[in-house]
């Protein structure tokens, strides 16, 4: 028996009292409204049905209503709707803050020297070759975020051998901004003596005077950061990549603040400038420049995408089977 | 509880941190053990071997230039031994009699004697195999023949017992389509049972195989697979194809009589370390820079049949075909973690298409090994 009902009520696939869709009789199948060939009549007859519906749902939503109402405080909780973030399937690598093995691995890898205080960042932000308009305004928006770091014209030359130059002249981190048909695109971040590389798909990308409300431009003072959500063992590392970006000590004088935010594997990057207006209250204005990141591999080692071991790729068909489960 | 443990593992990993890992398929558990209690980045793990014959002794080779025993009875380190000598870290070892054999980076092979004196004594021999090492591979038809191969080093199978030169030395293949030097780049080496015949698999992501017996140097079949460099390989039971795995995680079975390709498997995220099939089951056991080891099954059905989480980078990996009333023993394969793994059917003839991931909450608590 097909009734083409859109039951609001979960579970509840029994006929219901009311209008029911028009049929001939129950028992045997009857036509159902989308066997109406007349366009007008059958338009009525669903419009009729449609209303019907809505009644029955607001009834039935009163009802409810008035059950709780009744019960007071002894009524069931409220359902929880569910979202994409709170169904999301349980990933195994989440690192649990009292696991002893991850936290000696951190301590020990190649974000140690920054973590114990024996380096300082000092970045190099290039772009692809030849750059238009957008990317080197963005590069140099970008400059005025981070702290302590170069832009550098790309002059054609290969990353490899950028690579080098930048370790002998004491660069920590290496920030290349890819560019497609005048846009920005990618972003491959790569930590220098001999770490990891991470390449993102960045979409988004909004510079300083495309943002509404925006607030003056950022000063020279060391911004704080935030890193949201990072759960996973590779959440970890990039969030460990982003943190290693800015100097230790923030300047709280500044009231600036740079958020990495990851939620459903795309990592938000904002900045903002923040004001207590009292204790509970903050007032914050957006200022820099604003960017979506995705990331797409993170390899071992310097730049070297044809020969250097990857530590995670990102492979479509298969990692994106399920709408339910994120990697970082 | 540690000897109990250890003997029903399955699979004995090894980490980056130093920790050798054995990973009990059937209770899904993993113990960690290592030297000193505490993981230690210098003891990387970077070379694993069955010790005795009879598979209860690891020979664990470290990124300290120390080859430590271990035992699976006991589920201890039983000692260690300092093997110096030529620079880089250990890309081969293996057991041959009362000696073991190690092969560094920069080439420089020496047997030693198995004693357990920590005192390094003198190696026995000692053979310049040329730098570049990736990887010493023993025959295990034949304990003193070795082949050793790397990056610009071609393929060379030396006999122990015999002269200095090698037995077979590889020669280039032909110049290409430009007429260049195709460039020589092995980075795993397997003998294949019954015969003479090695095959290889290059950072060029080239499969080749080579004979020996023939008089031909070059290699007798070729083919290529994807296009970032291979890094593991192993043999399957069947005995007719070889699996192998590149960069990207991803892993192929290749048929090396003809050079086709019989299909991939999904699943690693990153770079292959090390792969080890069963000796008789169709079972492969995968581990790599994505902090998982994986257990396919490679026919009927292709398909993932077990993941762990370990989470440390994994580097190599063993497994122990034990008799026991368990199913499936996998040999030890190189894996750090403390997790439970997911509850998977005990038999193994369930389905591993997809991959199962109820996970138990609560990680095991260490095991301490001393």
Known sequence: MEEPQEDAVPGDGAIEGGVQPPKATAFPPGFSISEIKNKQRRHLMFTRWKQQQRKEKLAAKKKLKKEREALGDKAPPKPVPKTIDNQRVYDETTVDPNDEEVAYDEATDEFAPYFNRETSPKILITTSDRPHGRTVRLCHQLSTVIPNSHVYYRRGLALKKIIPQCISRDFTDLIVIHEDRKIPNGLILSHLPNGPTAHFKMSSVRLRKEIKRRGKDPTEHVPEIILNNFTTRLGHSIGRMFASLFPHNPQFIGRQVATFHNQRDYIFFRFHRYIFKSEKKVGIQELGPRFTLKLRSLQKGTFDSKYGEYEWVHKPREMDTSRRKFHL | ?370
């Open chain 2, 1 to 370: 509880m540690a000897a109990a443990s250890a003997r029903s593992n399955h699979v004995w990993v090894g980490t980056e941190t130093g920790i050798l890992k054995g990973v009990d398929l059937q209770r899904k558990l993993a113990a960690n053990f290592t030297t000193t209690g505490q993981p230690q980045r210098e003891a990387a793990v970077n070379a694993l071997c069955w010790g005795a014959s009879d598979e209860t002794q690891i020979l664990v080779g470290c990124a300290d230039r120390t080859v430590r025993r271990f035992s699976t009875k006991d589920g201890a380190f039983q000692g260690q031994r300092r093997c110096p000598g030529g620079e880089g870290t250990f890309r081969g070892l293996a057991q041959a009699d009362s000696t073991f054999i190690t092969c560094v980076d920069s080439g420089v092979l020496r047997v030693w004697r198995s004693d357990d004196k920590e005192a390094p004594s003198d190696p026995l021999l000692e053979l310049k195999v040329g730098p570049g090492v990736c990887r010493m591979r023993q025959n295990p038809a034949q304990p003193h023949v070795v082949a050793t191969g790397g990056k610009e080093n071609a393929l060379k199978v030396w006999d122990l017992q015999g002269s200095e030169e090698p037995m077979f030395k590889a020669k280039n293949v032909r110049h290409d389509w430009l007429d260049l030097r195709v460039p020589v780049w092995d980075q795993d080496i397997q003998f294949l049972p019954g015969s003479q015949k090695l095959v290889t698999c290059t950072g060029y992501h080239q499969v080749r195989v080579y004979d020996p017996a023939s008089p031909q140097r070059r290699p007798v079949l070729e083919t290529t697979f994807g296009e970032y460099p291979l890094t593991a390989m192993t043999l399957t039971p069947g005995g007719n194809s070889v699996i192998v795995g590149n960069t990207h995680g991803q892993l192929a079975e290749i048929d090396f009589r003809k050079g086709r390709l019989l299909g991939c498997l999904k699943g690693l995220a990153g770079s292959v370390r090390e792969l080890q099939c069963h000796p008789s089951k169709p079972m492969l056991a995968s581990c790599g820079l994505d902090r998982i080891l994986r257990i396919h099954r490679i026919q009927n059905p292709r398909g993932l049949e077990h993941k762990d989480e370990l989470e440390l980078p994994q580097e190599r990996s063993e497994e122990p075909p034990q008799d026991s009333e368990v199913d499936e023993l996998w040999a030890s394969l190189e894996v750090a973690a403390k997790r439970k793994l997911p509850r998977v059917d005990q038999t193994l003839r369930a389905l591993g298409t997809q991959e199962r991931k109820k996970k138990c909450p609560g990680a095991l608590s260490p095991q301490p090994c001393e």
